[in-house]
């Protein structure tokens, strides 16, 4: 039966339930699963599961990330999943996996700075200034061992000439508001600094620079300029900046025991088995960053831990059948970790009909000031997985205000520990910034759920700590994360009535949001804008298909101009995107060929979204010529001239990352 007809006949019977009925039991789960996974899901026990992964400073292929990692597994056999395991893949630095270069494994085991005094003739040490045990991460990750006692020499950003001239920092320690990686190039490759320290601030959000007590998470080169850099928070760094221009000479001693080995991305995983096990729903987070990383990211982690113990226990008990698909559980490094297990293990992909992605996801909006956002696919990949999520996360909205407001709600999702106020979760749309991003590329093409907290104030900093957590914004995040993976778990034909009004309401929403974005474009623009947004809607009707289910009918969109330029698609061999974590595949193929870096890539949106670079290359699909493309870029990134998106494709093309199709 045609889904238009479906939802033709079901519209009369659904308005005779009355608003409170229909709003009373989540979209798309029976009633009683949906009580069951609202029940059975805590964010108490997430939290303390946060607790104890914030005691790892969780670095790839480092022990810390080991304790992690077999943490996770030990709790996913407690629980009774099956398939339990630890993916182990060599990481060397020389292996590549597809566009990811794999990083070595990095651990430190001592690193001290210390403050000197002058008494006489002799600096004895008198402040710790920063201690590896006592704070790891005090020390950039991707430090080597060294030593120096030295004076301090203030080099501002220390990331132009400008910033040395008429300073001599050879053998000493230079102080750089940048990341220890953006000033070593010069401060360590050229001028021979013995090492770093660092001030650089948290990343930039309304309240940016406002504590300047945080001590930001560092990086160093894996590839280029070893040394050693501690970080240290600003208001230290203003101190002595003071001194320094008093004339008053600043002596530090630093000591580092710290190195890169040949190691393993490790990835733990699990499944509950489906009756179809060719099929899966993934359940995704990212189990690597610096201690305490209590939301970013042993919240995500915590929370898809939780999902696994809730759905295990309630199929157990009875209370939930079998799924009609599996429904997988991975703990990777963040995107590097997916790149090499999506390239090393290419039926992870061929098995995954959607990811539902988890990162950060607890954080107390009146302490980190972070808002959960409920995301879908980039728009080069339209796709009725998103609209799940965000049908679901709006119903946990509604139902969270109604409890705020009058003290009662039939699905308050409140954690016993956790605050009552409303979730107000922002949903729709799609940015970048971890494993999501990955499964979605051009390379797999996998539609992605992603629940994300941003801002968070205290993101890669000793502040991000679990007494930030929420409890009940933890349940809540939780929630929609089970619920979606469990409704797309079990679509088939019947779930249809049910199914449709979901989307039908999810394409009101983009409707509306295309209007008032319409209106600010120029009229040639516009008419591109609609015609794009034409086909999205057929493309996300189509979608379905990817399930077995029958299209939705939607208007036909406009044919698309047949265009100019030459038509590219991927090369197979080559899987992945241009840049991730660590190793940029684009810009070393870039400096190896002696290439400019392509103008496109520094193009700013127009609008919130992808970046041009990522989603040009995501149009890439053996179809679309180079103008096509440019069109749609412009409907969905911003507009861009055409000769700089060929420049850009041409590049890429030079590099063996495309070819021409035709």
Same mark, same amino acid.
């Given at each position: 039966m045609r889904a238009a007809a479906i939802l033709t006949r079901l519209a009369f019977p659904l308005l005779g339930l009355g608003a409170a009925a229909a709003e009373a039991q989540p979209p798309l789960l029976d009633p009683a699963h949906g009580s069951a996974i609202a029940a059975e899901v805590s964010g108490s026990a997430a939290k303390r599961t946060i607790q104890a992964m914030a005691m790892h400073h969780r670095m790839r292929g480092s022990e810390g990330f080991r304790a992690a990692a077999e943490l996770v597994r030990d709790r996913l056999k407690e629980y009774g999943l099956q398939d339990v395991g630890i993916i182990s893949l060599p990481a060397d630095g020389r292996i590549f996996y597809g566009t990811q270069r794999s990083r070595p494994a990095w651990n430190a085991s001592f690193a001290e700075l210390w403050e000197q005094r002058q008494e006489g003739g002799r600096w004895p040490d008198s402040v710790r200034v920063a201690s590896w045990a006592e704070q790891p991460i005090s020390l950039a990750q991707?430090?080597?061992?060294?030593?120096?006692?030295?004076?301090?020499?203030?080099?501002?950003?220390?990331? @132009? =000439?400008?910033?040395?001239?008429?300073?001599?920092?050879?053998?000493?320690?230079?102080?750089?508001? @940048?990341? !220890? +990686?953006?000033?070593? !190039?010069?401060?360590?490759?050229?001028h021979k600094a013995a090492g770093i320290v660092s001030w650089a601030q948290n990343q930039r959000q309304a309240w940016w620079g406002e504590d300047e007590s945080l001590i930001r998470w560092g990086h160093l080169s894996t590839w280029k300029h070893p040394t050693f850099a501690f970080m240290v928070p600003p208001a230290q760094a203003r101190a002595w900046q003071e001194r320094l221009g008093r004339g008053e000479p600043v002596r530090l001693r630093a000591r580092v025991e710290a190195g890169r080995t040949p190691g393993a991305y490790l990835i733990?995983?699990?499944?509950?088995?489906?009756?179809?096990?060719?099929? +899966?729903?993934?359940? @995704?987070?990212?189990?690597?960053?610096?201690? !305490?990383?209590?939301?970013?990211?042993?919240?995500?982690?915590?929370?898809?831990?939780?999902? =696994?113990?809730?759905?295990?226990?309630?199929?157990?008990?009875g209370k939930l059948p079998q799924p009609r698909r599996s429904i997988r559980f991975i703990w990777p490094a963040e995107i590097e970790g997916t790149i090499a297990l999506l390239n090393a293990r290419p039926e992870f992909a061929r098995r995954t009909l959607a990811t539902v992605h988890l990162d950060m996801i607890g954080g107390n909006t009146e302490i980190t000031k972070s808002v959960l956002k409920v995301e879908g696919s980039p728009p080069s990949l339209p796709s009725f997985v998103g609209d799940v999520g965000f049908g679901i996360a709006r119903w946990v909205n509604e139902q969270s205000r109604l409890y705020a407001d009058e003290g009662a709600a039939p699905f308050p999702l409140a954690?016993?520990?956790?605050?009552?106020?409303?979730?107000?979760?922002?949903?729709?749309?799609?940015?970048?910034?971890?494993?999501?991003?990955?499964?979605?590329?051009?390379?797999?093409?996998? !539609?992605?759920?992603?629940?994300?907290?941003?801002?968070?104030?205290?993101?890669?900093?000793?502040?991000?700590?679990?007494?930030?957590?929420?409890?009940?914004?933890?349940?809540?995040?939780?929630?929609?994360?089970?619920? @979606?993976?469990? =409704?797309?778990a079990n679509l088939d034909a019947a779930s249809l009535p049910r199914l449709i009004p979901l989307l039908e309401a999810e394409a009101a929403e983009r409707r509306a949001s295309a209007i008032r974005r319409s209106a600010t474009l120029p009229v040639g623009e516009a008419a591109n804008f609609w015609r794009h947004q034409a086909e999205y809607e057929a493309g996300l009707g189509s979608s379905l298909a990817r399930f077995g289910l029958p299209a939705k009918e939607t208007a036909p969109p406009p044919a698309q101009a047949a265009g100019e330029g030459p038509v590219y698609r991927r090369v197979a061999s080559l899987k992945g995107p241009m840049n991730a974590f660590g190793y940029s595949w684009l810009d070393d193929q870039l400096e190896q060929k002696r290439l400019e870096r392509p103008a496109l890539l520094s193009r700013t949106p127009s609008f919130e979204g992808p970046s041009f670079g990522y989603e040009a290359l995501n149009l890439v699909d053996g179809r679309r010529t180079v103008s096509q493309i440019r069109d749609d870029l412009a409907a969905t990134v911003g507009p861009a001239p055409v000769e700089e998106v060929a420049a850009f494709l041409a590049t890429l093309a030079r590099l063996g990352a495309v070819e021409t199709a035709r």
């Open positions: 991707d430090s080597v061992s060294g030593r120096a006692e030295a004076e301090l020499v203030d080099v501002g950003a220390g990331t @132009s =000439a400008a910033d040395y001239a008429g300073k001599d920092v050879r053998g000493k320690l230079v102080l750089t508001s @940048s990341q !220890p +990686e953006a000033a070593a !190039p010069l401060a360590v490759g050229e733990p995983t699990a499944l509950i088995p489906g009756r179809d096990r060719t099929k +899966e729903i993934v359940f @995704s987070c990212h189990l690597d960053h610096p201690s !305490p990383g209590a939301n970013d990211n042993a919240s995500g982690c915590a929370g898809i831990l939780e999902v =696994a113990r809730s759905l295990s226990r309630l199929i157990g008990e954690d016993p520990e956790g605050d009552k106020r409303p979730l107000q979760a922002n949903v729709g749309g799609f940015s970048e910034g971890s494993d999501h991003q990955v499964w979605a590329e051009g390379s797999w093409r996998i !539609p992605v759920i992603y629940i994300a907290d941003w801002p968070d104030r205290y993101i890669h900093t000793q502040k991000d700590v679990p007494a930030n957590i929420d409890p009940t914004k933890l349940k809540r995040a939780i929630f929609i994360a089970a619920a @979606s993976a469990w =409704a797309l």
